[in-house]
């Protein structure tokens, strides 16, 4: 069983920044497709940005696109998610996912083929 921990959510202003990490535990985090998703009151937990096993693959939301960078550190079991440039509407509760059974370059999308979850760090952006 691997567990996830998130940290680094918090309170910032509009154009502000936050960085995001999550430490996994166990000796096979190189193996996972990781992601980071958030989920606001009332809607749906959406994909934000995931990264391929190695690192080498990424992809973003477009509505985090060239504001947010999710980046790996197999050696730390660590995977983060830099936010800048904040918005109120990237309020919500973000979690980091990891999938076990992906391939070596491969993005995972969808929450259902993600197998550990963390517990969600919350983000409030004030206007």
């Known amino acids: 069983q691997v567990q996830l921990v998130e940290s680094g959510g918090g309170l910032v202003q509009a154009g502000g920044s936050l960085r995001l990490s999550c430490a996994a535990s166990?000796?096979?985090?190189?193996?996972?497709?990781m992601g980071w998703f958030r989920q606001a009151p009332g809607k749906e937990r959406a994909l934000v940005a995931a990264?391929?096993?190695?690192?080498?693959?990424?992809y973003y939301a477009d509505s985090v696109k060239g504001r947010f960078t999710i980046s790996r550190d197999n050696a730390k079991n660590t995977v983060y998610l830099q936010m800048n440039s904040l918005k109120s509407d990237d309020t919500a509760v973000y979690y980091c996912?990891?999938?076990?059974?992906?391939?070596?370059?491969?993005?995972?999308?969808?929450?259902?083929?993600?197998?550990?979850w963390g517990q969600g760090t919350q983000v409030t952006v004030s206007s």
């Open positions: 166990g000796r096979t985090f190189s193996t996972y497709a």
């Open positions: 996912a990891a999938d076990r059974r992906a391939a070596s370059s491969g993005i995972t999308y969808q929450p259902a083929n993600y197998d550990y």
């Open positions: 990264i391929s096993r190695g690192g080498g693959d990424t």
